[in-house]
């Protein structure tokens, strides 16, 4: 990986992270990483629950959808993102709810195979330079 890539990499993931004492009491706090807002759709499954939504941010180690299925608060989730500039949606082997607030809900990425992380990386990249022109 070039250094000016890492460089990036090591910026996107400095962050303060902030907690309670369960660590997930609210969206604000419970972000470790930067989130950059989206307009994604995306698909969900796992257990009894199936659906999709849209992305409304994304981070290296999570993302915020708003859907119209009803999800619980520690709900498991096989997860993809359908990005326009891609030919195959980013696939998440593992998400999990840590929160829910009315129709919207944030994943953390528990499981997600490195080509895939890869390629959310490069999403960020360019959403943060897209944002900042």
């Given amino acids: 990986m ?3 890539a890492m460089k990036k990499m090591a910026s996107l993931l400095k962050s303060e992270k902030k907690s309670d004492e369960t660590g997930f009491s609210s969206p604000d706090e419970r972000r470790n990483q930067p989130r ?3 307009q994604f759709r995306s ?21 915020k959808i708003e859907s119209g299925t009803v999800v619980g608060q520690g709900d498991k989730f096989e ?3 359908h990005i326009p500039d891609l030919d195959w949606p980013i696939m998440i082997d593992e998400a999990i709810v ?3 607030e009315g129709k919207t809900f944030g994943l ?9 992380q890869d390629k959310i990386t490069s999403i960020i990249s360019k959403i943060e330079q897209e944002q900042q022109a």
Avoid: K, Q
């Fill in 79 to 81: 997860c993809r993102l």
């Fill in 36 to 38: 950059f807002t989206t």
């Fill in 2 to 4: 070039p250094i000016s």
């Fill in 108 to 116: 953390a990425f528990t499981r997600i195979r490195s080509g895939e």
């Fill in 98 to 100: 840590r929160w829910v």
């Fill in 43 to 63: 698909t969900f499954s796992g257990g009894p629950n199936e659906g999709n939504g849209r992305t409304l941010d994304l981070s290296i180690g999570g993302c």
